[in-house]
């Protein structure tokens, strides 16, 4: 997911898609615990989106 995807949409429209990559986050951790994760640098790509979409939402706060 790229910053310019997420700069566009509402704040409304990113707390939701932060809802959904916590939840994601949250599933990966479960399947690396339980060995069922395959491709380990999915949470590493998650935890990166998790913190684009709270900088795009503290400067659309901001602003």
Do not use: G, Y
């Not at 690396?32 to 503290?58: F, G, V, Y």
């Amino acid at each position: 997911m790229k910053f310019t995807e997420i700069k566009d949409k509402s704040i409304k429209e990113l707390e939701e898609l932060l809802k959904e990559k916590k939840l994601e986050l949250f599933q990966l951790r479960v399947k690396l615990k339980t060995m069922q994760l395959q491709n380990t640098s999915e949470i590493r790509k998650t935890r990166k989106d998790i913190a684009k979409i709270l900088t795009a939402i503290s400067q659309k706060k901001r602003a």
